[in-house]
């Protein structure tokens, strides 16, 4: 069998139904051999960023994503949507064409021998747990059983395949002697006396919580998670990545806390006095820049299966273990009889009631006119989208930060997104690969219109499949966090960040009909969740352009002050913008307050 034939049969039997892909010339083998397969569907992009996001997010919603690009200006394209897939441990391959063998420049000293040759390996490296050129064909088992071996275990993420155009070409023997890769036999690690160790803090425990993170669903271990929180009586905040774990209304649900988080979830995290992360990076937006203050007067135990990510925080830990999560709850859950847990209710019902008393969605909002609050517009969504939904917002600005900050989760929401890179131009194509990946499910992208227009050529491929995707596209006038950052920073002083100072944006809905897309326009409260309903039940993608305050903040949030030795130094998690009253935060905490500036 041709070989391009026997990798489209490999990504086949990963349970991958669609391949994203750009073709060219250096790809054509393996393209023709997607086309015939008759278990892949090949969609094609019209740019391989496009490609590599959409394989991200299939890959998110899946567990599994493959995509295929051309050699040279095909990969290189592909950068961007594959460091989001490594940034975000996402399991997918990458399929490269590559110039034949002979035309590779090798260690000539050449920058280039073939047309459109480049050393893509070397770029990809690192951010890809394997890349390789495939140079004989008999190899080609091997490369593949390892390559998604590594995709798929440990701490997940891409990996990246270069195939020259001849040996794509080439003729295998029977498959099934080809040499392989023999994964090695996996052994449980006990680890009973970690979990041993963490029940006996919990049993002393009176403010525990647990924060989850996507390592949770990495692992497969959601259910195991919550089993264990259920049976132990502890609450549970949850990072962005980890939004839709469980829905809003759960008695155990605390929130999500971070630099722009939830006031009452800070509450519960930074009041806590024992706190379990699992599968969370606890990157610099999740503990606001301050290791020292995160979560101060709690016994900190931290699990990740990367030991760099434990290694990295500054943070005394009384627990700090590299191992996989669904094999630690497993084991809290053995062990948990023999620890017996203390009745917690005064602590659950003052974790309810901070998150009660501070929402982040307030009526007030309401009441603005001559545009749409996006809070509004998120408090909407929330009460409209459910089981069987599927939401994939833009990954950078308001668009991020506001739906991830405020959105109420209702049971069966699938949402995800690009934390990590935190790349402008991920809604489209996100929202297109998650789409397919889930069988055609409703899905919905809250994007600004700066990222919207980034890669907005995949409303092209959207329209060609008549997917039922809703895209509702801030219009604040410009990069709105750019804006705000300049007039908080930087003396006022505007640059490239709306139309005053060198950036215009194409008008969206024109655009959006160039394409062939229904559109719609909101520019008020006024009817506005009948008019919502009424766009999300229309059949097949559409466009909606919805009109903000062009500087709508995002809160509550952490900010900085400066120090009187002019450094700057960030305010503890607690004390978020909009600042409590002194005596009304004194209230709030259950472990001493800091001395900070006066607000």
Request: hydrophobic letters at 40%.
């Given at each position: 069998?041709?070989?391009?034939?026997?990798?489209?049969?490999?990504?086949?039997?990963?349970?991958?139904?669609?391949?994203?892909?750009?073709?060219?010339?250096?790809?054509?083998?393996?393209?023709?051999?997607?086309?015939?397969?008759?278990?892949?569907?090949?969609?094609?992009?019209?740019?391989?960023?496009?490609?590599?996001?959409?394989?991200?997010?299939?890959?998110?919603?899946?567990?599994?994503?493959?995509?295929?690009?051309?050699?040279?200006?095909?990969?290189?394209?592909?950068?961007?949507?594959?460091?989001?897939?490594?940034?975000?441990?996402?399991?997918?391959?990458?399929?490269?064409?590559?110039?034949?063998?002979?035309?590779?420049?090798?260690?000539?000293?050449?920058?280039?021998?073939?047309?459109?040759?480049?050393?893509?390996?070397?770029?990809?490296?690192?951010?890809?747990?394997?890349?390789?050129?495939?140079?004989?064909?008999?190899?080609?088992?091997?490369?593949?059983?390892?390559?998604?071996?590594?995709?798929?275990?440990?701490?997940?993420?891409?990996?990246?395949?270069?195939?020259?155009?001849?040996?794509?070409?080439?003729?295998?023997?029977?498959?099934?002697?080809?040499?392989?890769?023999?994964?090695?036999?996996?052994?449980?690690?006990?680890?009973?006396?970690?979990?041993?160790?963490?029940?006996?803090?919990?049993?002393?425990?009176?403010?525990?919580?647990?924060?989850?993170?996507?390592?949770?669903?990495?692992?497969?271990?959601?259910?195991?998670?919550?089993?264990?929180?259920?049976?132990?009586?502890?609450?549970?905040?949850?990072?962005?990545?980890?939004?839709?774990?469980?829905?809003?209304?759960?008695?155990?649900?605390?929130?999500?806390?971070?630099?722009?988080?939830?006031?009452?979830?800070?509450?519960?995290?930074?009041?806590?006095?024992?706190?379990?992360?699992?599968?969370?990076?606890?990157?610099?937006?999740?503990?606001?820049?301050?290791?020292?203050?995160?979560?101060?007067?709690?016994?900190?135990?931290?699990?990740?299966?990367?030991?760099?990510?434990?290694?990295?925080?500054?943070?005394?830990?009384?627990?700090?273990?590299?191992?996989?999560?669904?094999?630690?709850?497993?084991?809290?859950?053995?062990?948990?009889?023999?620890?017996?847990?203390p009745n917690r209710a005064a602590w659950l019902g003052r974790v309810a009631d901070w998150k009660a008393r501070y929402p982040v969605l307030k009526p007030e909002y309401w009441q603005e006119q001559g545009h749409v609050n996006a809070y509004v517009l998120i408090e909407v969504l929330s009460d409209l989208l459910g089981a069987g939904d599927v939401l994939a917002p833009g990954s950078s600005g308001q668009s991020s930060e506001l739906t991830c900050q405020a959105l109420r989760v209702r049971q069966g929401l699938r949402m995800?997104?690009?934390?990590?890179?935190?790349?402008?131009?991920?809604?489209?194509?996100?929202?297109?690969?998650?789409?397919?990946?889930?069988?055609?499910?409703?899905?919905?992208?809250?994007?600004?219109?700066?990222?919207?227009?980034?890669?907005?050529?995949?409303?092209?491929?959207?329209?060609?499949?008549?997917?039922?995707?809703?895209?509702?596209?801030?219009?604040?006038?410009?990069?709105?966090?750019?804006?705000?950052?300049?007039?908080?920073?930087?003396?006022?002083?505007?640059?490239?960040?709306?139309?005053?100072?060198?950036?215009?944006?194409?008008?969206?809905?024109?655009?959006?009909?160039?394409?062939?897309?229904?559109?719609?326009?909101?520019?008020?409260?006024?009817?506005?969740?009948?008019?919502?309903?009424?766009?999300?039940?229309?059949?097949?993608?559409?466009?909606?352009?919805?009109?903000?305050?062009?500087?709508?903040?995002?809160?509550?949030?952490?900010?900085?002050?400066?120090?009187?030795?002019?450094?700057?130094?960030?305010?503890?998690?607690?004390?978020m913008y909009p600042y409590l009253d002194r005596e009304s935060l004194r209230a709030e905490m259950m472990v001493p307050m800091l001395d900070t500036p006066p607000v």
């Amino acid at each position: 069998m041709k070989l391009s034939d026997y990798v489209m049969d490999r990504i086949a039997a990963e349970g991958v139904e669609d391949v994203f892909l750009l073709p060219g010339g250096g790809c054509l083998h393996l393209v023709d051999s997607l086309g015939r397969h008759p278990g892949l569907r090949p969609i094609c992009n019209l740019h391989e960023q496009g490609t590599a996001v959409a394989v991200d997010a299939y890959a998110q919603v899946r567990g599994f994503g493959a995509g295929l690009v051309t050699t040279g200006p095909g990969g290189t394209n592909a950068l961007t949507g594959v460091a989001g897939a490594w940034l975000d441990s996402t399991p997918c391959l990458f399929l490269s064409g590559q110039v034949k063998r002979a035309d590779l420049k090798r260690e000539s000293g050449l920058r280039q021998m073939g047309f459109q040759e480049i050393d893509i390996v070397s770029m990809v490296k690192p951010i890809t747990k394997y890349a390789v050129t495939v140079e004989d064909p008999a190899d080609i088992r091997y490369h593949l059983d390892l390559a998604i071996h590594l995709a798929r275990t440990g701490r997940p993420g891409p990996v990246w395949l270069d195939i020259p155009l001849d040996v794509q070409a080439a003729d295998l023997p029977d498959p099934g002697t080809l040499r392989g890769y023999a994964s090695p036999a996996s052994s449980k690690r006990d680890l009973s006396a970690e979990a041993s160790r963490a029940l006996d803090l919990l049993q002393r425990a009176e403010r525990p919580v647990l924060l989850l993170g996507n390592g949770v669903r990495a692992a497969g271990a959601i259910p195991e998670a919550l089993r264990f929180a259920e049976a132990a009586g502890i609450p549970i905040l949850t990072t962005w990545k980890a939004a839709d774990f469980l829905p809003e209304d759960h008695p155990l649900f605390a929130g999500r806390p971070g630099a722009s988080g939830q006031r009452g979830a800070n509450f519960t995290q930074q009041n806590s006095d024992w706190l379990l992360s699992v599968g969370a990076r606890l990157d610099f937006g999740q503990i606001a820049y301050m290791h020292d203050l995160f979560a101060r007067g709690a016994r900190k135990l931290v699990v990740d299966i990367d030991p760099a990510e434990l290694q990295k925080l500054r943070m005394d830990l009384d627990l700090s273990l590299a191992a996989d999560a669904g094999d630690f709850f497993r084991a809290l859950l053995a062990a948990l009889p023999a620890h017996p847990q203390p009745n917690r209710a005064a602590w659950l019902g003052r974790v309810a009631d901070w998150k009660a008393r501070y929402p982040v969605l307030k009526p007030e909002y309401w009441q603005e006119q001559g545009h749409v609050n996006a809070y509004v517009l998120i408090e909407v969504l929330s009460d409209l989208l459910g089981a069987g939904d599927v939401l994939a917002p833009g990954s950078s600005g308001q668009s991020s930060e506001l739906t991830c900050q405020a959105l109420r989760v209702r049971q069966g929401l699938r949402m995800l997104n690009s934390q990590g890179l935190g790349p402008m131009g991920f809604g489209v194509p996100a929202a297109l690969g998650a789409c397919v990946a889930s069988g055609g499910k409703r899905t919905v992208c809250v994007d600004g219109d700066g990222g919207f227009h980034m890669n907005l050529q995949e409303l092209e491929v959207i329209r060609r499949l008549n997917l039922p995707i809703t895209f509702f596209v801030l219009d604040n006038q410009g990069y709105g966090s750019i804006r705000n950052s300049q007039r908080s920073y930087f003396g006022g002083r505007l640059v490239a960040s709306d139309a005053s100072s060198g950036l215009t944006l194409p008008d969206t809905l024109a655009v959006a009909r160039a394409y062939g897309l229904a559109t719609a326009h909101l520019e008020s409260h006024e009817g506005l969740r009948e008019r919502i309903a009424e766009i999300l039940a229309q059949r097949g993608p559409t466009v909606c352009v919805v009109k903000l305050d062009p500087d709508q903040p995002t809160l509550p949030r952490v900010t900085s002050y400066m120090k009187a030795d002019g450094q700057m130094a960030t305010r503890p998690m607690e004390d978020m913008y909009p600042y409590l009253d002194r005596e009304s935060l004194r209230a709030e905490m259950m472990v001493p307050m800091l001395d900070t500036p006066p607000v």
